[in-house]
């Protein structure tokens, strides 16, 4: 995986865009053609200069959020934003001539420069600012390292920071651009926080330090890493700090005061020193550290991870030792800088990278004498860029794919995983590194890890399965096939189908010999792992188009519980269930037949199951009431067992051809119980019942069920028929049969009874039980059975019955007269009360207004209802109009003709009586009932507010 330095240097090496940039070398007139190169062949380091010529020798050079702020010998300090090179800004440092640079400092985000001067004298140049402000508290010091607080700097301050001197003193400070007056300076404050000499020894500068915070967590939010280096030892300072206004490392140092520091020292001789790190992320923590040292680069990894581990944050840590060159002696660089992946080391007259995993110089850039003596490196930790300067010159080396050989020296050194990781982009480096690692584990017998990254190579797929048939490891092969089914596309039909099957027999070989060896667990495990397997989508879909191989592959392993499992996989029922019966299995056929959805199939294995288990297959139709059987198709099984019934009970089965089968079981069974109470349970409605009484009855009269026959002639409507055969069989039976026709057909149902009566008299000859009819039936009387008796028969028999009939003559000629004597009561009351009617009357007030048009009552002829409704005579008229028939509109609007004109007659041509008549006709017609409070108003309850011949243009007016 490329750093964030190999992208950024990967996407600006494409073209010059900076005009500030210039090439090394002139470049030749192009010929139009063009080189096709691939990254492989492009340096990973390709050097470009800048295209500035400095008025003096250059003493320092650093490189911030891409702001260059160049340090001159004759003390002008020139800056320039990348952004727009155009615009180029010198800054006089000081009028002292006997006075130089040492150093220069910027902060990361290129808001405050501090220039450090060999008079030991320090000065701070805000971004936006042209005039350096003298630091006060630090002269008389020499600044040679700053540790900057780049989580908390802000244009208005730096915040806390850390200076190491070349006395080995660290001071602790806040500079804000904006000088106060009770402050003295521009520092905040000033404090010494360490001696790195304190314990004795020679005195040694300090070339390098670092501090960062620790990430949160539930031992502390306050604990932080401080880093110190100098020429020959490197320092590790933990411990809390003190969170104010202002964050004051003071007390951690204060743990070390008594005792000194710990350290790691390396021996050799240097001039000078740095400590490089390298930053992920612009505001996350480093993950690495070089230091240089006289020995070598001393280089390792900054672990910030879990508190048990905050004794000491490097970790991997090895040393990088200096090249030797026969015949020339092994000078340490001037400079080191740290990515990724390489250490970068700067000589005067060479620039060096050495890859940190295998400690190989990877690239080195020859200068020419022109540009003289290489005075330092710097790196821009925001914007990922490197530069290298001499006395005379500024150079940007641009990064290509930094990670490009990075999986190789992984995977020299084993570290597969690694090397995987870095070469993701590249599928052929990929694969070589996936064989690799295959191989060597397949050497190593870790065989089931060797299938998997078999499966991710391009490796010949036979000859991958030749190596785990050779060794005998099926479960590998199995494995190695599973990854390789993973890997195919749909489209490989083919090939996927040779490996399912394949599989399939690796499976069912592996639990045969576990089922030999008697390992329970195992083989339940692996079973469960086959059926996983074949639940697969790709792989039923398979077996769906392969269905006959595979019962096939699996009935030669004599399997039949896997058989039986992937017959139900495959719901493939039938096969199952014929399974079940051909091993006389009957009740697992059954339960899967039930639990299935297949209609068909009930009818297919129906008639095999009622002849083994007829009861439980006839409870099987019978709870199946969601899948809708069709019984005609279930005759067959029920040809083979006639003890079944409740089906057209329980269900409320109407099927006419299976009732009539049902009808014939019962006729065929001696006891008629069973038929009558079928019979009695279908009820006497001939449009209600299910079975074919045409068919029914001609099969009870063959079979002569005679209570049958009469029930089902009751239930035709040929009650003589039921009655004259019921006399056969039961006098009792006739009689129910005689109750049956309607109560208003009086005629039949005492045709009826006599022909009971008839039977009784003349067939059996009992005069008693005959006489007994009239008290059964209120329609036969003494006179209509007395003919039926023979002449002798002597009238003592009847003289009660007589008695008794004459009694019933002489009360109902009683009751006669009451009716009648009731009647001309009712009649005298009814004349009183229209008499009473005549004499009514009411008063009508001048201002009465008419109930329909509010128009005053006595302008014309009128109505006057005892309700107190009050009407004219014609809008009594044109309200009760539409509710007459049309016979009675005619007559009314005739009546209403006859009066107009008796009205303009002279009187006495016209005779009252004939006038009066025509009102009593018109009174009957539209004043029987007031139409507010009779009849018509509650029938119009019933009629819509808008009546259909009326809709169509209602409805255009409201449009």
Not at 105 to 113: E, Q, V
Not at 407 to 430: H, I, Q, S, T, V
Not at 886 to 895: F, Y
Request: negative net charge; contains cysteine; charged residues 25%.
């Amino acid at each position: 995986m490329a750093s964030i330095l190999d992208q950024y240097m990967q996407a600006s090496a494409g073209e010059n865009l900076n005009p500030f940039l210039g090439p090394d070398v002139t470049e030749p007139i192009s010929t139009g053609y063009v080189e096709v190169k691939s990254e492989d062949d492009v340096p990973i380091f390709r050097r470009q200069k800048i295209n500035f010529r400095p008025p003096s020798n250059i003493v320092d050079v650093v490189v911030c959020n891409n702001m260059v702020a160049i340090a001159l010998s004759n003390n002008v300090l020139m800056r320039l934003d990348l952004t727009n090179p155009s615009e180029i800004d010198s800054v006089d440092i000081t009028k002292r001539m006997d006075d130089s640079v040492h150093r220069i400092f910027m902060d990361p985000t290129a808001r405050h420069l501090i220039v450090c001067m060999k008079s030991q004298e320090s000065f701070y140049l805000a971004r936006n600012s042209k005039k350096p402000k003298p630091l006060a508290k630090m002269k008389g010091h020499l600044i040679n390292a700053i540790a900057w607080n780049k989580s908390k700097l802000t244009e208005s301050s730096t915040q806390t920071i850390l200076l190491g001197t070349t006395k080995g003193l660290v001071f602790e400070t806040e500079l804000e651009p904006e000088e106060k007056f009770f402050q003295g300076g521009l520092e905040k404050f000033w404090k010494q926080l360490y001696n790195v000499n304190s314990s004795g020894g020679p005195e040694e500068p300090i070339y390098g330090i670092m501090f960062e915070k620790f990430p949160v967590s539930p031992k502390s939010d306050r604990k932080y890493f401080v880093m110190v280096s100098t020429l020959s030892r490197l320092y590790q300072f933990i411990g809390d700090v003190t969170v104010t206004d202002s964050l004051d490392l003071q007390p951690l140092f204060a743990e070390y005061e008594s005792n000194p520091a710990p350290f790691l020292e390396m021996p050799g001789h240097l001039d000078s020193s740095e400590l490089a790190l390298f930053y992920p992320k612009i505001r996350g923590l480093p993950n690495s550290f070089a230091w240089l040292t006289g020995s070598g680069v001393y280089f390792g990894k900054l672990d910030f991870g879990p508190p048990e581990s905050w004794d000491n944050i490097t970790a991997e840590t090895r040393l990088l030792q200096y090249g030797f060159e026969e015949g020339k002696e092994t000078t340490p660089p001037l400079s080191i800088g740290l990515t990724g992946f390489h250490a970068l080391m700067l000589h005067k007259d060479k620039f060096q990278a050495v890859s940190l995993l295998s400690e190989q110089v990877v690239f080195e850039d020859q200068f020419p004498p022109r540009y003289g003596a290489m005075r330092g490196l710097f790196i821009d930790t925001v914007k990922k860029t490197l530069w290298i300067f001499s006395d005379s010159a500024i150079f940007q080396y641009h990064v290509t794919r930094e990670s490009r050989d990075v999986w190789k020296m992984y995977l020299e050194r084993g570290e597969f995983e690694l090397a995987k990781e870095y070469c993701r982009d590249n599928p052929a480096n990929l694969d070589k590194v996936l064989t690799k690692q295959a191989e060597e584990l397949f050497e190593s017998k870790s065989y089931a890890n060797a299938a998997r990254c078999y499966a991710q190579t391009q490796v010949s797929f036979e000859e991958v399965a030749l190596k785990f048939i050779q060794v005998e490891e099926s479960q590998a092969l199995r494995m190695f096939l599973l990854k390789k089914l993973d890997s195919m596309k749909h489209q490989d039909k083919t090939q996927m189908t040779m490996l399912i099957m394949w599989l399939i027999e690796l499976y069912l070989n592996d639990l045969g010999g576990l089922k030999e060896e008697n390992a329970k667990l195992k083989y339940e495990g692996l079973q469960e792992e086959f059926r996983k397997f074949l639940a697969q989508t790709k792989v039923k879909t398979c077996l769906d188009q392969n269905r006959k191989t595979a019962y096939d592959l699996i009935s030669s392993h004599g399997d039949v519980e896997n058989l039986i499992f992937f017959a139900m996989f495959m719901q493939d029922f039938e096969h199952v269930i014929s399974h079940h019966i051909q091993h006389d299995d009957f009740m697992a056929a059954l339960d899967v037949l039930t639990k299935q959805t297949d209609t068909e199939l009930y009818y297919k294995f129906s008639p095999v199951l009622m002849q083994h288990i007829p009861r439980q297959t006839v409870n099987a139709w019978t709870e199946q009431k969601k899948k809708k059987l069709d019984p005609r198709r279930l005759i067959p099984a029920l040809v083979h067992y006639h003890q079944q019934g409740k089906s057209t009970q329980r269900l409320g089965n109407r099927d006419q051809a299976i009732h009539n089968y049902l009808l014939s079981l019962y006729i065929e069974q001696e006891d008629d119980e069973s038929l009558l109470r079928y019979l009695q349970m279908q009820g006497q409605d001939p449009e209600e019942v299910c079975y074919d009484m045409k068919y029914a009855l001609r099969l009870c009269s063959e079979h002569d069920k005679q209570k049958a026959c009469v029930h089902i002639y009751s239930t035709m409507g040929l009650f003589e028929e039921a009655v004259d055969l019921s006399l056969k069989v039961d006098v009792d039976l006739a009689k129910i049969q005689a109750q049956k026709p309607p109560e208003d057909d009086e005629v039949l149902r005492k045709k009826l009874w006599l022909r009971i009566a008839r039977h009784v008299v003349e067939e059996e000859g009992d005069v008693k039980k005959a006489m007994e009819f009239l008290n059964q039936s209120e329609l036969l009387k003494i006179e209509d059975i007395l003919p039926f008796f023979q002449d002798f028969v002597t009238i003592d028999h009847f003289k009660d019955a007589i008695c008794s009939s004459l009694h019933e003559y002489n009360q109902h000629i009683e009751e006669l007269k009451s009716e009648m004597q009731e009647a001309t009561e009712s009649a005298k009351t009814i004349r009183g009360d229209i008499h009473e009617m005549r004499n009514k009357y009411r008063v009508v007030p001048a201002q009465e207004k008419c109930s329909i048009c509010l128009y005053p009552l006595l302008t014309r002829g009128f109505y006057v209802f005892p309700c107190h409704h009050s009407f004219h005579s014609d809008c009594l008229k044109n309200e009760i109009l539409p509710h007459l028939k049309e016979k009675q509109r005619a007559k009314v609007q005739d009546l209403f003709n006859q009066l107009y004109a008796t009205s303009r007659t002279d009187s006495s041509s016209v005779s009252s009586t004939s006038r009066e008549t025509l009102k009593n006709e018109l009174d009957e017609l539209i004043a029987s009932e007031c139409p507010f409070c009779g009849e018509i108003m509650i029938r119009s309850v019933d009629q819509p507010f808008i009546s259909p011949d009326e809709y169509e243009s209602v409805l255009e007016s409201w449009q």
